[in-house]
């Protein structure tokens, strides 16, 4: 039955002319029966025939009648509407490209920003256990902050938990490929064996890390090492033989076992990951390794979830056991556990940001929504008599309505069409300008889901925006509007204008919400690019080195010392230096501190930020010293330990004392226990964790008594930095041909990087609020010349009563002012709400900033005035004897 | 729509298309008059309503249609029942009974 109705439905929708023509041979069979039959008894031929008609009845009737019974009716009506559409459309070419044009600048930037939005964040991960991968974040419990776990803990959970079918840690870190070329510094991860089979990858060649692989090899036995495709054709020239080769990566050797395939990455991030080893590297040196210390949260821990388990029964779990080990390891005490999907754990900070946009950029699709809506009742208003007389005629006022969203479907799909073109052309520079730290770019690009999307939203949007002038007709009586005459200030006129002024209030609203929005970030922005860093970013160079493999520990400072000291002799350098962690970068050390005289249990210490340096870091780097002295090449091995604390630390630790001469022990040290250091200097904050930081306390220790690797060199120079890199490398050269130099940058470049999230969101929100701010005008203007010429008769009968031009300009502009302050009003008490999502990115600005709300308000304001005063004038400038006559 | 002199239940107009079809095939005018001759004048089915009911049955599959020569060498189409409208006749009929019996009898109740 079901097919036969198939069958039928598809045969009379390819066959409708053979089915069109039957039909009517049918008929006229059916006629010239009936005429015979009457001409038989006796009727003459003509008047037989005559007769037969008029028993018949309307020929075209019955058609449409069976056409109606037929399968496959609907989708002629629809091929006829759009036809009739499409027509209407070429016959208004000027209304026509308004609203496509609207339609395509709201469309094409929602599917811009989606197609962005959707290969960062939506898209799933491309492993075959994706839906199951989660983060298992181990936190401050009282905070929430952390995120990264110790090994000791990560080997509890993985052997209590039922929920996960496997657990793997990670971690990332630089290794340098010592071979027969230069040497290479190689951005790869240290993993759990598990972690390949957790994810369902399996190498191209080779195999992946065998369980027992997390322990270290014996004494003089290499690690395993799986190689990334791209690094395997690079390096080693696409050669299968590889496997079971070792290579000596720093100081190790390491046997390569797999090569995984073209498009395998894990962790996922911007910067490819070009090897992967195993945990063994951080258990090397037995009872004293990282991976024995519970305090030693360092490493990022992911799980795949048995099937059928929630995240939230995963939670449950695992803060019990989180909660057990705390009992159990009183050093634990704070730790609490987080699991959140494992999409969320990649996408990190951009995430929030990036929803933002996609709200902001839907604000402003609804706002050319409205804007098509407003042009479509204006034009149903002219249309109204078509549309009577099409219901005069028989049309039904369901095939009226169909008629109108057939015609806004159509403009949507057009628009879609137009928008999806700019979209696509406009997503390179999009690409662009999103910061280089952002994960899984390189799925942007046109693809089913973008073409589906945008399909999507031009059609809800053709539905959006028809609603208004479908919901008009099907109000309309057929003889009100004959009656009507066609003159614009008719019965339906009230009800109308109501329309077209929630239209006006809702797009002002919109643009309110988006124009305070954008004004906040800018605000945030300011702030963030002129806060004080702490130190000097101009003419700074930077580059990171390894001590060379094989150095003993004891010589890593004399190395770098020697490295500073060659390059800081270069001509046009002021000063060099050395740092193990940057400014703005995020990626300071944090150590635990203890106070002198306050003996505290390791668990309750208090933390810092920990860096180690040499002499002349902080005049490098234009650091104030507030108090005391730098650190000097005195400062050594066999000298009292020393720190040099930030005025932060100094604040919180030393409040109205003097620090200089006080103690602390920072956690990290060099070889032994760590002692108690001596406070020689008090220098000023720098933002170490990022220009939004605030700045936390920080202490300072000599590279000589701390010996860690790899360190920054530092170098100020009295013009371009870039032009001391050839120089520069050249001394290391000289120095040892086998560390290689990587992350050559500025400080600038550094700094650039770090707001380069808040400078993307704030320049994409300004644009759509811009976008936003002018299509609401367009749309006021538009609403406002409508109510002006409608209304022009009547403008011409008070001026010829003696109302002044004044008054006339008055009344037009108030027509229009008037919802534009309602939507105002509603805009602001929306922003209110909306308004605190964003404090996440706010950086000295609170998130109902009154000063903000002001401009914002009083820029609408006369973006509105303008809008509304252009046609009002226009409107109060007419002849009123002409305008009398205006019909 | 049903233009007749009583007014056609809904349904009744295909269960007597059905009986009229119940012996040969027929074109439209033929099925009209057989539907007049069965009923005694009662019933005439009028062009607009039978040709939307013969394409809705013919599209049910209870009939089939050829192209075929009328009495005077016309070319008419002839309709034909298959075996689903002799199923669906049987059926109608028998609700059709019970129908009429209750509406007899409901009509009868004092």
Known sequence: ?887 | MAASRTDLLQGTLDLLILKALALEKLHGMGISRRIAQITNGTFEVKPGSLFPALHRMEQAGWLSSSWGEAETNRRAKFYRMTKLGRRQLGAETAQWERISLAMASALRAT
């Not at chain 1, 890593?556 to 350098?573: E, K, S, T, Y």
């Open chain 1, 1 to 887: 039955m079901s097919f036969r109705r198939c069958y039928n439905f598809c045969r009379n929708l390819f066959r409708k002319q053979r089915a069109d023509r039957d039909l009517d041979q049918e008929i006229r069979g059916y006629l010239e029966l009936l005429a015979e039959e009457k001409a038989q008894s006796g009727m003459g031929r003509d008047e037989a025939l005559r007769q037969a008609r008029r028993e018949l009845g309307g020929v075209e009737q019955i058609k449409e009648n069976v056409r109606d019974v037929r399968g496959g009716v609907s989708m002629d009506n629809l091929l006829q509407d759009v036809r009739y559409g499409l027509r209407v459309l070429r016959r208004n070419p000027g209304f026509a490209a308004t609203a496509v044009l609207t339609l395509a600048l709201g469309i094409g930037s929602t599917t811009a920003i989606f197609s962005v939005v959707d290969a960062i964040v939506f898209k799933p991960l491309p492993f075959p256990n994706a839906g199951r991968l989660v983060r298992i974040r181990s936190v401050i419990a009282a905070s929430g902050d952390g995120g990264v776990a110790s090994y000791p803990d990560f080997l509890d959970w993985r052997a209590r938990t039922r929920a996960f079918d496997a657990m793997a840690v990670s971690r990332t870190d630089g290794f340098n490929l010592i071979g027969p070329r230069e040497p290479l510094h190689l951005q790869g991860a240290v993993v759990s064996a598990q972690l390949f089979s957790m994810l369902g990858a399996m190498p191209a060649l080779g195999r992946g890390f065998l369980p027992a692989e997390d322990q270290p090899a014996a004494a003089g036995g290499a690690d395993p090492v799986i190689l990334s495709y791209g690094l395997w054709q690079r390096q080693f020239g696409s050669d299968a033989s590889v496997l079971g080769r070792t290579i000596r990566l720093g100081d190790g050797p390491f046997t390569i076992v797999g090569v995984m395939p073209p498009a395998f990455q894990y962790p996922i991030q911007a910067e490819p990951v070009e090897l992967w080893t195993t945990v063994a590297v951080d258990a090397r040196g037995g009872a004293d390794a990282v991976t024995t210390q519970r305090g030693a949260h360092y490493l990022d821990v992911a799980g795949a979830l048995k099937r059928g388990v929630t995240l939230r029964q995963a939670q449950a779990e695992l803060a019990a056991i989180a909660g057990a080990l705390n009992q159990e390891h009183p050093e634990n005490k704070a730790r609490s556990v987080r699991v959140v999907p494992e999409i969320q754990g990649i996408v990190g900070p951009i995430g929030t940001p990036l929803l933002v946009l996609l709200g902001a950029v839907g604000c402003v699709l609804l706002i050319a929504c409205v804007n098509v809506a407003n042009l479509l009742l204006a034009r149903a208003t002219g249309r109204r008599k078509e549309m009577a007389v099409r219901a005069a005629l028989g049309a039904g006022r369901g095939r009226a309505v169909r008629q109108l969203f057939t015609e806004s479907v159509s403009l949507g799909l057009l628009g879609g069409a137009l928008g999806l073109a700019l979209a696509v052309a406009s997503l390179r520079l999009l690409v662009r300008l999103i910061p280089a730290e952002v994960p899984r770019l390189n799925s942007i690009g046109l693809d089913g889901r973008l073409l589906a999307f945008a399909l999507l939203v031009s059609l809800a949007a053709g539905i959006l925006f028809g609603l208004a002038p479908a919901l008009r007709v099907s109000k309309i009586g057929v003889t009100a509007s004959l009656k009507e005459s066609g003159r614009g200030a008719g019965s339906g006129g009230k009800e109308r204008s109501r329309t077209r002024d929630a239209l006006v209030v809702s797009e002002v609203a919109l643009a309110v919400v988006l124009l305070l929005a954008s004004g906040l970030l800018i605000r945030s922005f300011q702030h963030l690019t002129q806060a004080d860093p702490g130190f000097d970013r101009q003419n700074v160079l930077t580059l990171q080195l390894d001590s060379p493999a094989g150095k003993p520990d004891s010589q890593v400072p004399a190395f770098f010392r020697d490295a500073v000291a060659q390059i800081g002799a270069l001509p046009g350098v002021r000063s060099a230096s050395a740092v193990a962690s940057l400014p703005l970068t995020g990626e300071s050390l944090r150590s635990s501190i203890e106070l002198e005289g306050q003996p505290t249990p390791m668990a309750s210490r208090p933390s810092a930020a920990f860096n180690a340096i040499e002499p002349n870091y902080f005049r490098t780097l234009g650091i104030a010293l507030v108090a005391g002295r730098d650190f000097t090449e005195h400062d050594g091995t066999n000298s009292t330990p020393v720190a040099i604390v930030n005025r932060a630390l100094a604040q919180r630790f030393f409040p109205n004392q003097n620090p200089i001469g006080r103690h602390v022990r920072p956690g990290i040290s060099g070889p032994g226990e760590p002692p108690m250091r001596e406070i020689v200097g008090v220098v000023g904050d720098v933002k170490q964790a990022g220009p939004g930081a605030a700045a936390a306390p920080e202490v300072y220790a000599p590279l000589a008594q701390i010996r860690i690797s790899p360190m920054f060199i530092v170098v100020r120079t009295a013009n371009d930095p870039q032009s001391i890199v050839a120089p520069a490398r050249r001394q290391i050269a000289s120095l040892d041909k086998t560390t290689p130099i990587y992350h050559v940058e500025t400080l600038d470049r550094y700094f650039a990087q770090s707001v380069a999230v808040p400078r993307f969101v704030t320049l994409l929100l300004s644009g759509f609020a811009g976008l936003a701010l002018l299509l609401a005008s367009v749309g006021i203007y538009g609403v406002i010349s409508y109510i002006a010429v409608q209304r022009t008769h009547e403008i011409g009968i008070r001026m010829a009563l003696g109302a002044q031009r004044g008054a006339v300009l008055r009344m037009v502009v108030g027509k229009g002012m008037l919802p534009a302050l309602a939507g105002l009003a509603i805009g602001i008490a929306g922003a209110l709400r909306l308004t605190p999502l964003l404090s996440s990115l706010l950086y000295g600005v609170n998130p109902t900033d009154p000063l903000t709300f002001a401009a914002a308000s009083l820029m609408l304001m006369g973006v509105a005035l303008v809008a509304c005063y252009i046609p009002a004038r226009h409107a109060a400038k007419l002849d009123p004897m002409r305008s009398l006559r205006y019909e």
